[in-house]
């Protein structure tokens, strides 16, 4: 079982920038995928990022393309999400997931573990 605790979200201006981090534990993370997604009230939660493995292949929702970046540090088993150039937009409970071993895919119904979200919230 697979347990991830996200830190880093907060309150920031439009146009700034904010470092999101995802620890994981009780699983082998350098065989697990990892993806962020985030949720805005009254809308879906959708897929924001995610990177493979060992980090040799990432993946962006066109919305953030150029201005967010996903990273990980194995032997730390965190995950990373570096947002740039924020809008207003982006505000939105942000989520670390990971789906089960060698799974390289985006849908968050292929996702199986979750964390508990932290809010980003970006003012005009």
């Known amino acids: 079982q697979v347990q991830l605790v996200e830190s880093g979200g907060g309150l920031v201006q439009a146009g700034g920038s904010l470092r999101l981090s995802c620890a994981a534990s009780?699983?082998?993370?350098?065989?697990?995928?990892m993806g962020w997604f985030r949720q805005a009230p009254g809308k879906e939660r959708e897929f924001v990022a995610a990177?493979?493995?060992?980090?040799?292949?990432?993946r962006y929702a066109d919305s953030v393309k150029g201005r967010f970046t996903i990273s990980r540090d194995n032997a730390k088993n965190t995950v990373f999400l570096q947002m740039d150039s924020l809008k207003a937009e982006d505000t939105a409970v942000y989520y670390c997931?990971?789906?089960?071993?060698?799974?390289?895919?985006?849908?968050?119904?292929?996702?199986?573990?979750w964390g508990q979200g932290t809010q980003v919230t970006v003012s005009s």
């Open positions: 009780g699983g082998s993370f350098s065989t697990l995928s």
């Open positions: 990177i493979k493995w060992l980090g040799g292949s990432t």
């Open positions: 997931a990971a789906p089960r071993p060698w799974i390289w895919e985006w849908p968050p119904t292929v996702y199986d573990y």
